[in-house]
């Protein structure tokens, strides 16, 4: 257990609609980095919040959106979603270790319909 | 632009062998890198890293190779055992608190009786 928590595991959806992935950090850990799995792919980056604020952007869709809460919890709002959006979304969060280690929830799979 | 590139997409190995997972990169910016082992419907888990200034990093049966001059490092799993079958990602990152992951595409390794 990496101590990243993520809901829902699943979500199945229609195209058009709007749906929001949440993620809790590991205890202390102020960033979160959101990443998106398609396909047999490796992960690609979206975005890092820190401690509240965007670090960095990563080829994140413009209809794609996220936010970092006082509690340090995160959000990843997807909308008008297309067929091609449906992947495995991972939260993960990190405190600074000595390789920039970070520590992966079990994901999201999100599925398009 | 792949910066990180895992070109075998699988592997078989014996148990009790050596497993060598291969990853080759072309940023020479990075500063850190980082191995993950991935169960189905589960996320990304950490396994071993190291910095650049290195060549070498052992923990346990696992240990990592660094060849800054070909740009290129390798896992190797000794002895290999039933339990490592999963996908190996190979992952890259820089200094600092801005520090994404870049990801390979993963090689799956299968480990045989």
């Known amino acids: 257990d990496s101590g990243v928590t993520q809901t829902p595991k699943h979500l199945i959806t229609a195209t058009g609609q709007r749906v929001t992935l949440r993620c809790s950090p590991r205890s202390g850990d102020l960033s979160v980095y959101w990443y998106q799995q398609s396909l047999d792919q490796g992960l690609q980056f979206l975005i890092q919040y820190y401690n509240g604020e965007e670090r960095a952007k990563g080829n994140i869709l413009e209809r794609f959106s996220a936010q970092q809460f006082p509690d340090l919890h995160s959000e990843l709002n997807l909308s008008s979603l297309e067929l091609g959006d449906s992947a495995l979304y991972f939260c993960a969060s990190n405190g600074g270790g000595a390789y920039n280690e970070q520590f992966f929830g079990p994901g999201t799979r999100l599925t398009v319909l | 632009d792949q910066q990180v590139k895992q070109n075998s997409p699988s592997l078989s190995v014996q148990e009790g062998r050596i497993s060598i997972l291969n990853c080759d990169y072309t940023?020479?910016?990075?500063?850190?890198f980082l191995w993950y082992k991935k169960y189905p419907a589960e996320g990304p888990t950490f396994l071993i890293s190291i910095s650049s200034i290195k060549d070498k990093n052992e923990d346990g049966r696992f240990t990592v190779f660094l060849n800054k001059s070909a740009k290129h490092l390798s896992l190797h799993i000794v002895p290999s055992q039933p339990g490592d079958s999963a996908v190996y990602f190979c992952?890259?990152?820089?200094?600092?608190?801005?520090?994404?992951?870049?990801f390979g595409t993963g090689t799956r390794l299968q480990v045989t009786l």
């Open positions: 940023n020479s910016m990075f500063d850190y």
């Open positions: 992952a890259a990152s820089k200094a600092g608190t801005a520090s994404k992951l870049t």
